[in-house]
Structure formats: structure tokens, C-alpha cells
């Protein structure tokens, strides 16, 4: 069974600091991959940034980067120089069964971390 | 704009009622995924469409079904509604089954009175 852990509900940051949004996973495939979604007031999810698990080097996408430790299955989100547009909630989640052909593939969620950035 | 639209965005509706929500995927997508996002449940991934066939389900309840066209657009039938079927209904698509990336529309709002 796949399962993602987010165990901060609410995390709050001052303006222009630098967060971690925690992540755990757990997880049998040898290949899956690794993914962060934010989803503000207005509902929509908008995808951040990708982790496969055989990637080398931790991925970052601008002010996003993933801090992948793959033997403590942790794949937590940091946000350097929080912008006050960064309050949203932020999903973690996974998908594996990528060398299973003809298979499904998809995203399991965490309960997600609601992320406030104070002026 | 991920690309991905899903129609209508808000839907009132009584219960015992019927809908039908829809999903355009993105252009060159072949997978699409429903999921369902309630207060108290979460995200739960509902079903997977692979080119038109069905590729995966979760936790879909018999009283809702999906199907994908040959156009690739996906449609999610939601019957017979109850209060607790209020949610908001993301559609997401991605290239392909095994895609690195999946991209959601900004979701169908559905409140049954």
C-alpha cells in the first residue's frame, strides 16, 4: 500500500523567510515519484515541482525545492523567501507503478499542510 | 491555466438527483484521473481513463461512473445524490498512464441541497 504523511495542519512563516513543509511516504515500488501541490483559497491545484525516486539531485523549480531522502522516505517542500501569495494549503503526494505496464497509476494525497505567511 | 477544463465549475443540485461534470484534457494528454476533495475524506482518487479504457478505481461509488471518449474528453456521472456527495471534483490529465506529471483543472464545485 502507497501512503503519504503530512504532519503539520497549519505551518505559519514571516514574509521573505524560508519554510520546510514536512512529507513522508511510504511505499513498495522501486519506481515512483514524488510531487507538491498547492491549492489556494480559490480551490484550483497547481502543481509545483517533481521528485523521481531515481533522480540524482534534488529537484528545484525557482523559489521551490524538494529535500529527497530516499532512505528515510521524507520528500519535504522548502520555500525560500516566502511571498505573502504563498498562503495556500500544499499537498504532497505520490505515484508509483511505473515499470508495471498497463497499469494505473495514480496520486495518492497527504491531508495536506495549510501554509500562512504573515507580513 | 494547467490546460485542463472542467465544466460546469459551480453546480447546485437537490438530492436524488443526477449530474454530469465534465473534464477537457490537456491537449496530447491520454490519461485522465478523477478525484474527489471533501472536508472530511480529503482527495480521494476516484478513477483512472487510459486512451478511452478504464485503468484504475478507487474509492468510486456504484452510484457514480465515468467514461472517457474518443475525443478524450471524460465525463463523471454522479446519480441518485446525496448530501454527502458535496465536494469539489477535480479532473486531472497527463500524457500518458505512467506520466511524470498530472495537471488538474480547477475543479467542479458540487453543494446538493
Known amino acids: 500500500a502507497q501512503k503519504i504523511t503530512q504532519t503539520q495542519p497549519g505551518m505559519f512563516v514571516q514574509e521573505k523567510e524560508a519554510v520546510t513543509l514536512d512529507c513522508t511516504y511510504d511505499t513498495s515500488d522501486p519506481s515512483y515519484g514524488l510531487f507538491w501541490y498547492k491549492q489556494p483559497s480559490s480551490g484550483e491545484m497547481i502543481f509545483l515541482i517533481y521528485q523521481g525516486s531515481y533522480d540524482q539531485q534534488n529537484a528545484t523549480e525557482g523559489r521551490y525545492s524538494l529535500n529527497f531522502q530516499k532512505a528515510r522516505k521524507s520528500a519535504n517542500l522548502v520555500i525560500s523567501a516566502s511571498q505573502l501569495g504563498d498562503s495556500a494549503m500544499y499537498f504532497c503526494?505520490?505515484?508509483?507503478?511505473?515499470?508495471?505496464?498497463?497499469?494505473?497509476?495514480?496520486?495518492?494525497f497527504g491531508t495536506g499542510t495549510s501554509l500562512t505567511v504573515i507580513p | 491555466d494547467s490546460g485542463v477544463t472542467q465544466t460546469p465549475k459551480h453546480l447546485i443540485t437537490a438530492t436524488g438527483q443526477r449530474v454530469t461534470l465534465r473534464c477537457s484534457p490537456r491537449s496530447g494528454d491520454l490519461s485522465v484521473y478523477w478525484y474527489q476533495q471533501s472536508l472530511d475524506q480529503g482527495l480521494q482518487f476516484l478513477i483512472q481513463y487510459y486512451n478511452g479504457e478504464e485503468r484504475a478505481k478507487g474509492n468510486i461509488l456504484e452510484r457514480f461512473s465515468a467514461q472517457q471518449f474518443p475525443d478524450l474528453h471524460s465525463e463523471l456521472n454522479l446519480s441518485s445524490l446525496e448530501l454527502g456527495d458535496s465536494a469539489l471534483y477535480f479532473c486531472?490529465?497527463?500524457?500518458?498512464?505512467?506520466?511524470?506529471?498530472?495537471?488538474f483543472g480547477q475543479g467542479t464545485r458540487l453543494t446538493v441541497v
Open positions: 486531472a490529465s497527463s500524457v500518458e498512464s505512467r506520466g511524470r506529471e498530472a495537471f
Open positions: 503526494a505520490m505515484r508509483g507503478g511505473f515499470d508495471i505496464p498497463n497499469t494505473g497509476n495514480q496520486f495518492y
